[in-house]
């Protein structure tokens, strides 16, 4: 019975035919192959008019050349078998992976034909990189300046292989800049006229940040064009990231202490201005000063998050022991802080404080001065008094 014969095809309610074996399953882009594919009746009774067919539109990236239908059997008898072969060419760009193939079998449960029926079996191909193709290994990357800051303009220098049997011919090699970064004096595109089997080219890309650029790990692509030895053009992908680091970016801004002079005893507040350069936020910044014994009463302060561009304030109570030796101290300022990228950093600066001695004049208070401006009026009364009694004496005399 052949396909296009007339008659009623109803979908199989059971498997009488299944695929035992497929062979070769792995193939390469652009491969054109032969694919044997292996059917058997696992029915005790046989299987008349036994044909397949392909349906290319449910194998888009794995083309069926020719003869997408087969007649294969007048009659497949219980437990026999039979090997149909279908030639079949793998896309260029098809992308690594097992592909599932749907293989329509209809057969007839008699011989006339009458009582047909219809079953989709399933092959898998595997598509794998091709060695003899994939012939380029981007064996390193470096950048000249080694750390990079927003702002920067540097040099990324990308080391190519051939790894291959052939030498390799017109090599694109295009790397994909995009925001925050800028090509400077160079083509992203760079050529390399002819690469010989086991050896070492560069390319150099001139590169800038943006000085707003946010630091963190930077994905970029770039990618081979070139001619393999049948002169067909191929293309590899590959990524890489670039380290773009935090600026200097937190600082002490002002530190204040009032009263401006201390001596033993007295009281006081240290006030410690912490500001952001950077251009990423900071968190968890927290106030550390050390080397402030009997002077500070407290050596740590929690701030939290310094947005960029801002600076936030924390204060330290001051109070000097009364026997608090007189010269100058050495307060160790520390700033820790976590990073946008939770990496953990530390800053410290040296700030000197003075302990005067006390001044000899004795505090008056209000009682007494107004007990003394009462004292200073009698004697000045009294002293006038004895002035006029001794002048009219001398008169009587």
């Keep these: 019975?052949?396909?296009?014969?007339?008659?009623?095809?109803?979908?199989?309610?059971?498997h009488q035919l299944v695929i035992t074996d497929v062979s070769p399953i792995e193939f390469y882009p652009s491969d054109v192959k032969t694919i044997n594919i292996t059917i058997q009746n696992i029915f005790g009774y046989s299987a008349f008019g036994v044909s397949t067919q392909i349906d290319p539109s449910k194998a888009d990236q794995i083309k069926f050349t020719h003869e997408l239908q087969k007649y294969i059997a007048n009659e497949l008898g219980p437990n026999q078998n039979i090997t149909i072969q279908y030639e079949i060419y793998i896309k260029d760009n098809v992308a690594k992976g097992?592909?599932?193939?749907?293989?329509?079998?209809?057969?007839s449960t008699v011989k006339d034909g009458t009582v047909k029926r219809q079953e989709d079996l399933y092959i898998g191909i595997k598509i794998v990189e091709n060695p003899e193709v994939i012939k380029i290994n981007t064996v390193n990357i470096t950048t000249i300046p080694e750390h990079i800051n927003p702002g920067d303009t540097f040099k990324l220098k990308v080391t190519l292989k051939n790894i291959?049997?052939?030498?390799?011919?017109?090599i694109r090699a295009a790397l994909d800049v995009k925001l925050p970064f800028s090509s400077v004096g160079t083509s992203t595109e760079q050529y390399i006229p002819l690469l010989e089997t086991d050896?070492?080219?560069?390319?150099i890309y001139n590169i800038q940040v943006d000085k707003l650029a946010t630091s963190r790990l930077y994905n970029?692509?770039?990618t081979l064009e070139y001619k393999d030895y049948t002169n067909r053009l191929q293309t590899q992908r590959n990524s890489f990231g670039i380290n773009i680091e935090e600026l200097s970016e937190i600082y002490i801004q002002d530190v204040t202490l009032d009263p401006t002079n201390l001596n033993p005893g007295s009281d006081g507040l240290l006030m410690i201005q912490v500001a952001?350069?950077?251009?990423?936020?900071?968190k968890n910044v927290r106030v550390t000063i050390s080397g402030g014994d009997k002077i500070l009463t407290q050596t740590q302060n929690f701030i939290g998050i310094i947005r960029p561009g801002a600076s936030e304030s924390t204060s330290f109570g001051v109070n000097v022991d009364p026997q608090a030796k007189i010269g100058k101290y050495g307060l160790n300022i520390q700033i820790n802080f976590d990073d946008a990228n939770g990496q953990h950093y530390s800053k410290s600066n040296l700030y000197i404080m003075r302990i005067d001695k006390k001044d000899s004049i004795i505090p008056v208070s209000n009682e007494n001065l107004s007990s003394m401006f009462y004292v200073f009026i009698f004697v000045v009364m009294?002293?006038?008094i004895f002035l006029v009694a001794g002048f009219q004496l001398d008169k009587r005399k």
């Design 1 to 14: 019975m052949g396909v296009s014969e007339p008659g009623e095809i109803e979908p199989a309610k059971y």
């Design 98 to 107: 097992t592909y599932y193939i749907p293989i329509t079998v209809l057969w």
């Design 164 to 170: 291959g049997n052939n030498k390799l011919n017109q």
């Design 199 to 203: 050896r070492s080219e560069e390319i």
């Design 220 to 222: 970029f692509n770039l």
């Design 276 to 282: 952001n350069a950077g251009t990423n936020g900071i």
């Design 382 to 384: 009294s002293y006038g």
